[in-house]
T-cell receptor
Framework: GDSVTQMEGPVTLSEEAFLTINCTYTATGYPSLFWYVQYPGEGLQLLLKATKADDKGSNKGFEATYRKETTSFHLEKGSVQVSDSAVYFCALRVAAGANSKLTFGKGITLSVRP | DAGVTQSPTHLIKTRGQQVTLRCSPKSGHDTVSWYQQALGQGPQFIFQYYEEEERQRGNFPDRFSGHQFPNYSSELNVNALLLGDSALYLC??????????????FGPGTRLTVL
């Protein structure tokens, strides 16, 4: 079945450090890929998405490129801030349309220290 | 424009009891999906409602049931609660059209604790 694998956490970085969070997927079709972020005490917020191979999603300084050949969608940010501390989830959606279910990875906790 | 809202925020129940969680979708959305997020895990899809009918279902037992009302709001019901049902329950809304390229918007969740 469809699945998402995220690197083990947690991750602790100093402010202004470079961030990479790995995500790989297995899917039967051609999925759309997403990164969601969950701040403490809040629900999930869409951070960025990519719907086809070689697409790059970007938002708030975060970027991820849809790599079909390596089935990956790694999240990167050049300079993290304390406010980026949160849990990050990689997810995929196989069928067309926003109404199709999302399959999530386990998530990884990022802590950024001043 | 109100986003997705859920109630209650927190709930404590005992084993064997029944619980009802509620969700109001984002304005303009007609589809509601429910997810269960156990501690330290990613959300898992329970089911989805569109036009007052269950359209998709994940690998959850029949103890989990739902309903969608004409105003698109939704309820999640869980019967015969088990300790393992303790989790954050997330509601997500979206447009039901298969042509929609929009995404799902999540509510803040209901934290259910089963003792």
């Amino acid at each position: 079945g469809d699945s998402v694998t995220q690197m083990e956490g947690p991750v602790t970085l100093s402010e202004e450090a470079f961030l990479t969070i790995n995500c790989t997927y297995t899917a039967t079709g051609y999925p759309s890929l997403f990164w969601y972020v969950q701040y403490p005490g809040e629900g999930l917020q869409l951070l960025l998405k990519a719907t086809k191979a070689d697409d790059k999603g970007s938002n708030k300084g975060f970027e991820a490129t849809y790599r079909k050949e390596t089935t990956s969608f790694h999240l990167e940010k050049g300079s993290v801030q304390v406010s980026d501390s949160a849990v990050y989830f990689c997810a995929l959606r196989v069928a067309a349309g926003a109404n199709s279910k999302l399959t999530f990875g386990k998530g990884i906790t990022l802590s950024v220290r001043p | 424009d109100a986003g997705v809202t859920q109630s209650p925020t927190h709930l404590i129940k005992t084993r064997g009891q029944q619980v009802t969680l509620r969700c109001s979708p984002k304005s303009g959305h007609d589809t509601v999906s429910w997810y269960q997020q156990a501690l330290g895990q990613g959300p898992q899809f329970i089911f989805q409602y569109y036009e007052e009918e269950e359209r998709q279902r994940g690998n959850f037992p029949d103890r989990f049931s739902g309903h969608q009302f004409p105003n698109y709001s939704s309820e999640l019901n869980v019967n015969a609660l088990l300790l393992g049902d303790s989790a954050l329950y997330l509601c997500a809304s979206s447009l039901g059209s298969i042509l929609s390229t929009d995404t799902q918007y999540f509510g803040p969740g209901t934290r259910l604790t089963v003792l």
